[in-house]
């Protein structure tokens, strides 16, 4: 028989998929886990249990999180919500504004933010704006595309009829009748506007598919019938802008209802004016996105280049600076994004990362020098299983994590640290659904579904319970009330820093058995983990009978520890009493080496050595694991 000493000091390759069971010669074989859940990966390659969610307010229902980021000392969250949009400051409720989606629409508004002003879009409703004042009110208002002193407004036009079909006005000036040699109006043309010749006029009266009334706004230049005429890019009729993006001091509109593969680029400087001119280096530009198939752009990044994300395709946007002379367009990689839901790209370490239209991709949008091209690396390939139809995402700079919300209520996340080449996995779970997450300064804010009320969460590292609040009493009480969130449930509660047996919430208080000053109270988690079966080497001994001799835990900052080599969870004691603790207190945190011994033979090497699984609301860090072997020759 053999012995053997293994060391497991990192898990940055994070949870893997079981089809690298066989594969012990990889490096993320090593550097892996079977099962990593409800724990956050550090970029040094530590795990520990995930921060608790401290419960901020009930939402109205489903919906969606955005952030609104003044500047790094005024941050905002908005919840969007079926005809509302909520503004939070510090986990209060500061605005409440009437806006016109419905949930239908929520999981198509894409957004993007300039100082004090955020533009919301949407293909099937008017664009608006969500404006901060100087005295922080906020107020949601349409767009206003630039309009000249003579009513002229500077906004897109195309001709959505074919090219042959021609308009015929009855007068040149005032009010008169435009008649087209095909049916192209309809009832939803009123109000809208049409060049004809260069001049403009805006519909008043549709008088059929063929004919409208229409008032001049600009003389037109004859009453013969011509093909020179277009209408406004965007209107009901149309549609509207899909997606958009600040770049180079323009505005970015990428995509509409009807257009759904056309840029169009703002006059420098002057956001709302989209006056093509005659070119010069300032005015605006247009184009659409001409390939061997129709790329509906789904979304826009503004980093190096323009980078334009399309349900085939990926592309970027060149021009230093961006004129219409210079401007150039250049596919890179065949990916495609999600083309049913908006879920905007987000940017990590100079990447940017968006979800593939496969809904089971994570890729990484990075230019490389060396090709003078971008590249488009799956983050996901070896953790394939945790993706699973993702419907939001976000990314926590403090933490280093990407958090990816999936359609089942679940979320993962990826801790992500591109210097150090790490890219780890690890799922999470609550006793709810998770319905969208959204990164506001420092913290991280959820929507959650918890069946009868659907609850604004933020991750709390002080907390390890979900939908938690604490609470201080200057005298020690054992009635503590302010929980209608959870009415009906069962709650943990960690009283004085001791685990209290769990409580149903009645009228919104729970009672304690015993007296405290100090209480957290929320729904429990389990964190998990697993590691990956010995190695498939020969030093692993693949098919062999083999045993677990002893396995050394080094913790940090922990006061729980559940664990199973073969027999079963149990909890293992940490450390005895010193002389600074209290017996029957809180349980000590401490930092060092547990040794646990095991026994018993396993066939083969298929089957896990050891695995952590708790639910106790205390905190718990793994730095490492030693474990020592016996091997049956």
Same mark, same amino acid.
């Given at each position: 028989m053999?012995?053997? =000493? ?18 012990g ?10 099962t ?10 530590? %795990?520990?249990r ?26 905002y969250l908005l919840?969007?919500?079926?005809g509302?949009?909520d503004?939070y ?5 500061i ?11 929520i ?20 664009p ?21 002193? #003579? ?44 060049? %004809? ?16 009334t ?5 003389t ?19 549609g509207y ?8 001091g ?9 257009? @759904? ?10 956001l709302?004016?989209? /006056? ?63 083309? /049913? ?15 593939a ?30 993706i699973?139809d ?7 700079a403090?933490r ?5 919300v999936r ?10 640290? =591109?210097?150090?080449?790490?890219? #780890?996995?690890t799922l999470?779970?609550?006793?709810g ?61 960690? #009283? ?37 079966p ?21 913790v ?18 940490l ?24 026994f ?7 089957k896990?050595?050891?695995?952590i ?5 205390? @905190? ?14």
């Amino acid at each position: 028989m053999s012995r053997i =000493r293994q060391v497991k000091t990192t898990f940055t390759a994070g949870e893997v998929s079981r089809t690298l069971l066989g594969r012990g010669d990889l490096r993320a074989y090593e550097n892996g886990a079977l099962t990593l859940q409800n724990v956050f990966i550090q970029p040094t390659g530590g %795990v520990t249990r995930r921060a608790g969610m401290r419960y901020v307010d009930n939402a109205r229902g489903a919906g969606r999180l955005i952030s609104f980021e003044f500047n790094t000392e005024q941050t905002y969250l908005l919840v969007l919500t079926a005809g509302k949009l909520d503004v939070y400051a510090d986990g209060t409720n500061i605005a409440t504004l009437d806006a016109p989606w419905d949930e239908t629409h929520i999981r198509n508004i894409a957004w993007t933010q300039s100082a004090d002003t955020m533009l919301l879009v949407h293909p099937d409703m008017p664009p608006l704006t969500l404006n901060r004042n100087a005295g922080g009110v906020f107020s949601l208002n349409g767009w206003g595309f630039y309009t000249s002193d #003579a009513n002229v407004r500077r906004q897109p036009y195309y001709k959505f009829a074919a090219t042959g079909v021609s308009l015929t006005p009855a007068a040149t000036t005032g009010t008169t009748t435009l008649t087209a040699s095909a049916n192209v109006f309809s009832e939803d043309h009123e109000g809208t506007r049409l060049r %004809v010749g260069g001049k403009e006029v805006v519909i008043t009266d549709f008088n059929s598919a063929t004919v409208v009334t229409v008032d001049v706004i600009e003389t037109l230049l004859t009453t013969t019938p011509t093909i020179d005429w277009q209408e406004q890019a965007f209107s009901a009729v149309r549609g509207y802008p899909g997606s958009v993006a600040f770049h180079q001091g323009r505005l970015v509109i990428g995509g509409s209802r009807d257009l @759904p593969n056309r840029l169009w680029f703002s006059k420098s400087g002057d956001l709302f004016n989209f /006056d093509l001119g005659t070119g010069l280096d300032d005015q605006s530009i247009e184009f659409a996105i001409l390939s061997d198939q129709v790329n509906a752009i789904r979304g826009l990044f503004s980093g190096r280049h323009l980078q334009v994300f399309t349900s085939g395709a990926e592309w970027m946007v060149t021009g230093d600076p961006l004129t219409p002379t210079t401007v150039q367009l250049k596919r890179q990689t065949r990916i495609g994004s999600l083309t /049913d839901r908006h879920i905007p790209p987000v940017s990590v370490d100079g990447a940017t990362l968006f979800i593939a239209r496969s809904k089971r991709e994570i890729r990484e949008f990075i230019y490389t020098d060396l090709e003078q091209a971008y590249q488009s690396t799956d983050l996901a390939l070896l953790s394939r299983h945790l993706i699973d139809d993702p419907v939001d995402q976000d990314f926590d700079a403090r933490r280093r994590l990407l958090f990816l919300v999936r359609a089942d209520g679940k979320f993962a996340t990826l801790t992500v640290y =591109r210097a150090e080449a790490v890219a #780890a996995w690890t799922l999470h779970e609550t006793q709810g659904s998770v319905q969208s997450v959204a990164v506001v300064g420092d913290d991280v804010f959820l929507l959650v579904d918890r069946g009868d009320v659907t609850t604004i969460e933020r991750l709390d590292d002080d907390v390890n319970l979900d939908s938690a609040l604490d609470g201080d009493a200057e005298d020690p009480s054992i009635t503590w009330a302010g929980l209608d969130h959870l009415e009906g449930q069962s709650v943990t509660i960690l #009283a004085d820093g001791i685990v209290h047996p769990d409580c149903v919430v009645e009228d919104g208080r729970i009672t304690l058995n015993d007296p405290a000053s100090h209480v957290v109270i929320g729904l429990s988690y389990n964190h998990i983990i697993e590691p990956l079966p010995p190695g498939t080497s020969a030093e692993g001994g693949v098919g062999r009978a083999m045993r677990l001799i002893e396995a050394i835990f080094r913790v940090e900052d922990t006061a729980a520890l559940r664990l199973d080599v073969g027999r079963g969870l149990r909890d293992i004691p940490l450390r005895q009493l010193g002389e600074d603790d209290i017996p029957g207190g809180p349980p000590p945190r401490v930092s060092e080496d547990v040794r646990v011994r095991a026994f018993g033979w396993q066939p083969g090497s298929a089957k896990s050595l050891w695995r952590i699984e708790q639910s106790v609301p205390l @905190p718990f860090t793994l730095l490492s694991v030693t474990t020592e072997l016996k091997v049956n020759d």
